[in-house]
């Protein structure tokens, strides 16, 4: 069955490490993907998409993701992680035969000390 | 643009009681979704509307559910006759169809957190 599978529910980094959040898909065509983040008691905000025009996409707040077909993998990184960052990361995948619902992981949660 | 608006954000109510959430898309968007988040799980799809046409349902979509979408604008969820394992966030996201294909972005609201006691 396709699905979205993210590594680590919890991943703990200190401030100014690099981040990298881990997704991989499983599906016979590359989906469309996409990584949102969620703040306590809030929505899900789009932070990157990928649509097959470039492997490597930059998103919002320093967030790139490379799309690795080898490797059915969509990881989320940044550089230097900074306190703002905490919050939970989904990964999501729009997948062949789906419609246009979009197919969760079940998240990672991000904790950035000091 | 003001961003997709769900009301009422938060809801207690008890078991066997009815709900209704509203969600109001970004204006112009013509697809609509619900989505059900619950505590430690990423959001699943319950459905989706294109203008006022619901076009596909989740089977986690149960006979208690039903949305609706009457003008192609805001659209209505609701529960009937609640049970506890109801209780969960419940997302509303909507979008601009692109032509051609799925690549359209679905923005998100804050969300309505059902509490059933």
């Known amino acids: 069955a396709q699905s979205v599978t993210q590594l680590g529910s919890h991943v703990s980094v200190s401030e100014g490490a690099l981040v990298l959040l881990r997704c991989n898909y499983s599906?016979?065509?590359?989906?469309?993907l996409f990584w949102y983040v969620q703040y306590p008691n809030q929505g899900l905000q789009l932070l990157l998409k990928y649509t097959s025009a470039a492997t490597l996409v930059k998103g919002i707040n320093g967030f790139e993701a490379e799309f690795k077909k080898s490797e059915t993998s969509f990881h989320l990184t940044k550089p230097s992680a900074h306190m703002s960052d905490a919050a939970e990361y989904f990964c999501?995948?729009?997948?062949?035969?789906?419609?246009?619902?979009?197919?969760f992981g079940t998240g990672t949660q991000l904790k950035v000390e000091l | 643009d003001t961003g997709v608006s769900q009301n009422p954000r938060h809801k207690i109510t008890k078991r066997g009681q009815n709900v209704t959430f509203r969600c109001d898309p970004i204006?112009?968007?013509?697809?609509l979704y619900w989505y059900r988040q619950t505590l430690g799980q990423g959001p699943e799809f319950l459905t989706y509307?294109?203008?006022?046409?619901?076009?596909?349902k989740s089977r986690l979509l149960s006979d208690r559910f039903s949305a609706e979408r009457p003008k192609g604008s805001f659209s209505t969820l609701e529960i009937q006759r609640t049970e506890q394992g109801d209780s969960a966030m419940y997302l509303c996201?909507?979008?601009?169809?692109?032509?051609?294909?799925?690549?359209?972005?679905?923005?998100f609201g804050p969300g309505t957190r059902l509490t059933v006691l």
């Open positions: 509307f294109q203008n006022e046409a619901q076009l596909e």
């Open positions: 999501a995948a729009i997948l062949t035969g789906g419609g246009n619902k979009l197919t």
């Open positions: 599906s016979s065509v590359p989906p469309y």
């Open positions: 204006s112009e968007h013509n697809r």
């Open positions: 996201a909507s979008s601009l169809a692109a032509s051609g294909g799925f690549t359209d972005t679905q923005y």
